[in-house]
């Protein structure tokens, strides 16, 4: 009996497809919110705030969790020893359901002192609470998810994290309208809790998911098990101190990273305050960390794809000493992660004011901010890749300091330029304070990347893409230019970026940024890829 597994760009592919799906979703679930009249900006700065607050303690419980079972669960695998990466699993789940259970906990009981004094913002206590049972279920969820990508199963957790958005945003619509239109309620507090209460119930719907697909995969993974080859036995503790010791300064990175946002949060509500009223500072600050960053997130998300892709990877690759094989994968990454920087930042640089005007018409305000945070996407796309490669090969000392730097560098602008009120003060400020963070971030992970291993980002391929991207956007933009003249303002600009793009994919095409040889090399197609007997 076989196992297939899935190549590299399989995974890759499974994960990008999720992607579409998810932040397509997501920006209508946006789009549907913002463009609320009971909900806007102001909207945006409480779901914000909560969610900001809930990526703290997941960060703590759970956000480290689907990798480093992947990583841990990939080198069992990788030897055989099918029946040990099973072990890891078990432990974990009972492991992570506790720390779980103690997060909700500490949420529910916290919930007013975290809104009133530590964000400043009092309306944020009911989405909070909305939440608190999310933080048990999305630790049981990322255990199941790094078993499943250890196993080289992304499609898996690809098609739950599309189920779990799915549900949340029909969820959010349906209750919402029924709330506004049959309640009459219009209080913009209860609308964002009944938005977060959404996402708690679409984590059920998630981890319903993933237990059925356990289930169904059970007779395989027991058959793997019984024939399990160079077991080692490992005692419980030892098990458990080796998910710990492999988890937490997993965790420590995103955990720092998003200390660092609810300082943000705090340091831009109160830099703000310093020259516009508390309502105002609330809707600018709804501006940057609703609308905004829900933009750059997208194409960030499909480069976020093959970071995840590339930890198990590069584990197993790592346990075989396979280091011209880790170097391949490297350099192919961060190449496609430049490939999605560049034409996104183009685009949101260009066309900030059109974007926003199109997808938030009751709420369009934040072109400038767009513009400056659009070049963080650049950035953002190595830093992603390098993560990845430093969790994969085990090195997390890099990105723990790299980014505690950025989060000190982003504070210390903060309180510098936020309550400037001149044209890079202001929210304006806070948006150059990200930029200059993460760039000062990605530098210091790839400098020491270069010195590790042969990673290396091709001059030749940055001149190709500059290349592409200033043709892309130059004839997107005549085009436009020429269409608004007999066209709707909003069709003209879906029509000359959808246009642009294909011009951008061609370029690339003829300047074999990315030639076949680097494909076939890195997709292991199933012939070549080795089967594991089971």
Request: hydrophobic share 50%; proline share 2%; with cysteine.
């Amino acid at each position: 009996m076989n196992r297939r597994k899935e190549t590299f760009f399989q995974s890759i592919v499974a994960l990008m497809a999720s992607q579409v799906i998810v932040k397509t979703l997501g920006l209508i679930y946006k789009l549907y919110l913002t463009n609320k009249h009971e909900f806007g900006d102001e909207g945006n700065a409480i779901t914000s705030a909560a969610f900001q607050v809930y990526s703290l303690l997941l960060s703590i419980t759970s956000i480290g969790v689907p990798s480093s079972i992947s990583k841990l669960v990939a080198e069992r695998a990788s030897v055989g020893d099918h029946k040990g990466a099973y072990k890891i699993f078990k432990i974990s789940l009972i492991l992570f359901s506790i720390i779980g259970i103690i997060g909700s906990y500490f949420l529910f009981i916290s919930a007013k002192t975290i809104a009133n004094n530590m964000i400043g913002m009092p309306e944020v206590e009911l989405s909070l609470i909305a939440l608190c049972p999310s933080i048990f279920l999305v630790s049981i969820i990322s255990v199941y998810k790094g078993y499943f990508n250890g196993r080289e199963k992304m499609s898996v957790t690809a098609k739950a994290q599309s189920y779990d958005q799915l549900t949340k945003t029909c969820i959010t619509i349906l209750v919402i309208e029924l709330a506004t239109m049959l309640s009459k309620i219009t209080n913009t507090a209860i609308i964002a809790s009944i938005a977060n209460l959404a996402t708690t119930l679409a984590n059920v719907i998630e981890l319903g998911y993933l237990y059925i697909y356990f289930k169904k995969e059970y007779a395989e993974i027991r058959y793997e098990i019984q024939t399990s080859i160079n077991y080692r036995p490992v005692r419980t503790l030892k098990t458990i101190k080796d998910i710990l010791f492999t988890a937490i300064p997993m965790s420590l990175t995103p955990l720092i990273g998003t200390i660092g946002r609810n300082i943000d949060s705090a340091t831009v509500m109160d830099g703000l305050q310093s020259t516009i009223s508390y309502e105002q500072a609330k809707i600018q600050y709804g501006i940057l960390n609703g609308k905004v960053d829900t933009l750059i997130n997208f194409p960030l998300s499909f480069s976020g794809t093959v970071s995840t892709a590339l930890v198990p990877g590069i584990a197993a690759a790592k346990s075989k000493q396979k280091l011209s094989e880790i170097s391949q994968r490297i350099n192919l990454s961060l190449l496609v992660g430049l490939i999605i920087a560049f034409p996104a930042t183009a685009i949101f640089c260009f066309y900030s004011n059109q974007i926003l005007n199109l997808l938030f018409p009751n709420a369009s305000a934040g072109d400038v901010i767009l513009q400056i945070s659009s070049i963080s996407i650049i950035f953002v796309a190595i830093e992603q890749t390098i993560r990845g490669v430093l969790i994969g090969i085990g090195n997390n000392k890099v990105p723990i300091i790299s980014i505690t730097i950025g989060v000190i560098v982003k504070y210390i602008l903060n309180k510098a330029l936020i309550p400037i009120n001149t044209y890079f003060g202001g929210i304006n400020g806070a948006a150059i304070s990200n930029l200059i963070s993460h760039i000062v971030v990605t530098m210091l992970g790839y400098i020491y990347l270069k010195k590790v291993i042969n990673v290396k980002i091709e001059k030749a391929n940055i001149i190709k893409l500059a290349i592409s991207t200033i043709i892309f956007i130059v004839s997107s933009k005549i085009l436009y230019y020429i269409m608004i003249l007999k066209l709707n303002a909003k069709i003209s600009l879906i029509i000359s970026i959808v246009i642009g793009i294909i011009i951008y994919i061609i370029l690339a095409i003829i300047l074999k940024i990315i030639d076949t040889k680097q494909l076939k090399i890195l997709s292991f197609s199933q012939k070549k890829a080795k089967k594991a007997k089971i």
